[in-house]
C-alpha cells in the first residue's frame, strides 16, 4: 500500500511567526527530534493513566480554570495570534472569549453530558452505557483560528479524561506555546496537554503509535485524506473538519442594501478564512442587481489596513504569500473565462499579504471558483429565479459543511433549509453558533461532530456494563 505523507498546513515546514502586515519573519522554532517524539508520547500515556482516575468534577473544575485564564489574558492571547497570522485585534480578543466560553461550557456540562445512561435489560439484569476516556489523542490543528480549533477539541476531551498532543500549523509557534503554559497555569498535569513542533514524518509516527488512540485534524481535504490513510491503516479513530463552499441563499429581502450588507460583513470575518463561510451567495434574480451592487460598494470602500488598529474601514492581510497567490490564481482563471470581476482582484501595493476585497459573479461549472472553495475575501454572487434553483445550486458541491437561508417569510426560508445536503443550517441567521452548537460536515467536508453535546461523543468507550440478577 502507498504510504501517506500528511501535507504542510504553511508554506514551509519551518515553524516561524511571519508578520502577514509586513512579511517580516519575527522569530523561528526548532523541529522537534525523533527523541522529544517518543519522550511526548510516553509523557502523554503515564500522565492519562492518572488522569482518568481524578474524579470527572475535578477534571472539570480544572477546564474551568482553562476559561477563566483564557478569559484573563484575551489581551495577550489576541497580540500574539494578530502577529502570526493577520487576524484584526477585535476579532483575535473575540476569540479568546470565545474559548473561554468553550471550556466553560464543557466544564458545566461535561459531567452530565459523560453520565452513565441506563438502558433496558431482561430478567431483571441491570445495564448502563458507561463513558469512558480512551486514551491519549492527536490534534492536527490549523493556523486560521489558532485557539478556537485548539479549544473545541480540547476541552471535552480533558473533561473525559483523556490527553491531548497538540501539532499546530508552522506559523502559530507563538500561540501553540501560549495555549501549552495557560494549560499548565490552570493546574492540568504534567503530560495531559503537551505541544509538539512535529514534521509531517513525525505525524505519521505518532498517529501509527499504539499509545495513540485517536486523531483529529482541521484543515485541507489533501491533508485530511492524508491523515485518514495513516489513521485508518492503523486503526484508529479520527475526526475529520475539512473545507467548505457554503450556500448563503437569499431568497427576498425587505432591505436590500442590509442584507447585501450582512452577507459582506459575514464574508470578511478573519478576512474571508473561514470554512464554514458563505463562499457562495445565491440570489434571487428580483434582488440580484440590487445586492451585487452593494456588495461592491461595500469591497470598494475599504483600503488596505493595519490589524491591530481595528479599523473598520479598512481589510487586513491573509496568512501568507502562498494565500495571495492561490486565490489570485482562482480569481483570475474565473474572469479569464468570463466572470465579471465587479471590484477587488489585485494585491494591494505595499509590504505584506493584502488582497482587495473581491466580488465576482457570472461564476460557471467550468471555473474554478465554482467547485474549489475561495479562501479568503472573495464573494461570489449566484442568480436564481425560484427556491427550486436555488436549493439545487446550493447542493451542486462536493463540500457539505454549512449553509443559511434568508426571507421575511420564515416557513419559506425553513422549507428550503431543510432540503440543504450540510452538517449545518440556519435560518434568517448566517450560522448556529455557540459552545452548545455542534460543528462538523458532510461530503468532501469531513466527518465527526465538535462542540455542543456531540463534542463529547467521538473520542469515548461507550462501555456496556450488564449486571445479572444475583
Known amino acids: 500500500m502507498p504510504q501517506a505523507s500528511v501535507p504542510s498546513n504553511s508554506s514551509s515546514q519551518h515553524y516561524r511567526v511571519t508578520n502577514p502586515a509586513t512579511g517580516a519573519v519575527?522569530?523561528?522554532?526548532?523541529?522537534?527530534?525523533?527523541?522529544?517524539?517518543?519522550?511526548?508520547?510516553?509523557?502523554?500515556?503515564?500522565?492519562?493513566?492518572?488522569?482518568?482516575?481524578?474524579?470527572?468534577?475535578?477534571?472539570?473544575?480544572?477546564?474551568?480554570?482553562?476559561?477563566?485564564?483564557?478569559?484573563?489574558?484575551?489581551?495577550?492571547?489576541?497580540?500574539?495570534?494578530?502577529?502570526?497570522?493577520?487576524?484584526?485585534?477585535?476579532?483575535?480578543?473575540?476569540?479568546?472569549?470565545?474559548?473561554?466560553?468553550?471550556?466553560?461550557?464543557?466544564?458545566?456540562?461535561?459531567?452530565?453530558?459523560?453520565?452513565?445512561?441506563?438502558?433496558?435489560?431482561?430478567?431483571?439484569?441491570?445495564?448502563?452505557?458507561?463513558?469512558?476516556?480512551?486514551?491519549?489523542?492527536?490534534?492536527?490543528?490549523?493556523?486560521?483560528?489558532?485557539?478556537?480549533?485548539?479549544?473545541?477539541?480540547?476541552?471535552?476531551?480533558?473533561?473525559?479524561?483523556?490527553?491531548?498532543?497538540?501539532?499546530?500549523?508552522?506559523?502559530?509557534p507563538r500561540s501553540a506555546l501560549a495555549i501549552e503554559q495557560l494549560m499548565l497555569d490552570a493546574g492540568l498535569p504534567a503530560g495531559a496537554y503537551i505541544n509538539?513542533?512535529?514534521?509531517?514524518?513525525?505525524?505519521?509516527?505518532?498517529?501509527?503509535?499504539?499509545?495513540?488512540?485517536?486523531?483529529?485534524?482541521?484543515?485541507?481535504?489533501?491533508?485530511?485524506?492524508?491523515?485518514?490513510?495513516?489513521?485508518?491503516?492503523?486503526?484508529?479513530?479520527?475526526?475529520?473538519?475539512?473545507?467548505?463552499?457554503?450556500?448563503?441563499?437569499?431568497?427576498?429581502?425587505?432591505?436590500?442594501?442590509?442584507?447585501?450588507?450582512?452577507?459582506?460583513?459575514?464574508?470578511?470575518?478573519n478576512a474571508g478564512q473561514a470554512c464554514n463561510s458563505n463562499k457562495r451567495i445565491i440570489v434571487m434574480d428580483s434582488i440580484h442587481d440590487e445586492f451585487v451592487q452593494e456588495l461592491t460598494d461595500q469591497a470598494a470602500a475599504l483600503a488596505p489596513g493595519n490589524p491591530v488598529e481595528d479599523d473598520a474601514e479598512t481589510y487586513v492581510p491573509l496568512s501568507s504569500e502562498a494565500a495571495v497567490e492561490g486565490l489570485l490564481a482562482q480569481i483570475n482563471d474565473a474572469v479569464s473565462k468570463g466572470a465579471t470581476l465587479h471590484s477587488g482582484g489585485v494585491r494591494a501595493d505595499q509590504p505584506g499579504y493584502y488582497l482587495a476585497p473581491t466580488v465576482l459573479s457570472g461564476v460557471t461549472p467550468e471555473m474554478r471558483a465554482f467547485s474549489e472553495e475561495l479562501f479568503g475575501p472573495v464573494v461570489v454572487v449566484y442568480k436564481v429565479s425560484n427556491d427550486a434553483e436555488a436549493v439545487a445550486l446550493a447542493n451542486n458541491s462536493d463540500y457539505g459543511l454549512g449553509g443559511a437561508v434568508f426571507s421575511p417569510d420564515g416557513e419559506r426560508a425553513l422549507a428550503v433549509a431543510q432540503q440543504i445536503i450540510s452538517g449545518m443550517v440556519a435560518v434568517n441567521a448566517p450560522a448556529g453558533e455557540g459552545a452548545g452548537m455542534p460543528f462538523g460536515g458532510v461530503k468532501r467536508s469531513g466527518f465527526g461532530r465538535e462542540l455542543g453535546p456531540l463534542g463529547m461523543e467521538e473520542f469515548v468507550n461507550k462501555q456496556l456494563l450488564y449486571v445479572a440478577q444475583a
Not at 485508518?232 to 450588507?261: F, H, M, T, W
Request: proline residues 5%; contains cysteine; charged residues 20%.
Open 26 to 172: 519575527v522569530e523561528e522554532f526548532p523541529t522537534a527530534t525523533d527523541a522529544q517524539i517518543q519522550d511526548a508520547l510516553a509523557r502523554s500515556e503515564q500522565a492519562f493513566s492518572s488522569w482518568r482516575q481524578v474524579p470527572i468534577t475535578e477534571r472539570a473544575a480544572v477546564v474551568s480554570r482553562i476559561a477563566e485564564l483564557f478569559e484573563a489574558r484575551k489581551e495577550e492571547l489576541a497580540a500574539i495570534i494578530t502577529e502570526e497570522m493577520g487576524k484584526r485585534l477585535a476579532e483575535s480578543v473575540g476569540e479568546a472569549e470565545y474559548c473561554a466560553e468553550i471550556f466553560s461550557y464543557y466544564a458545566q456540562e461535561g459531567p452530565s453530558l459523560a453520565a452513565d445512561q441506563p438502558i433496558k435489560a431482561i430478567g431483571g439484569a441491570q445495564a448502563l452505557i458507561q463513558k469512558r476516556p480512551i486514551g491519549p489523542l492527536l490534534g492536527i490543528m490549523p493556523w486560521n483560528y489558532p485557539y478556537y480549533q485548539v479549544a473545541r477539541f480540547a476541552a471535552p476531551n480533558l473533561v473525559l479524561g483523556n490527553t491531548i498532543i497538540l501539532k499546530h500549523a508552522e506559523n502559530c
Open 196 to 269: 509538539l513542533f512535529a514534521s509531517h514524518a513525525q505525524i505519521e509516527t505518532i498517529i501509527s503509535d499504539p499509545r495513540v488512540q485517536g486523531v483529529s485534524l482541521t484543515g485541507s481535504e489533501r491533508a485530511g485524506a492524508a491523515v485518514a490513510q495513516i489513521a485508518g491503516r492503523n486503526l484508529k479513530k479520527v475526526v475529520l473538519e475539512l473545507g467548505g463552499s457554503d450556500p448563503y441563499i437569499v431568497l427576498a429581502s425587505d432591505d436590500v442594501k442590509a442584507s447585501a450588507q450582512a452577507a459582506f460583513q459575514t464574508r470578511m470575518e
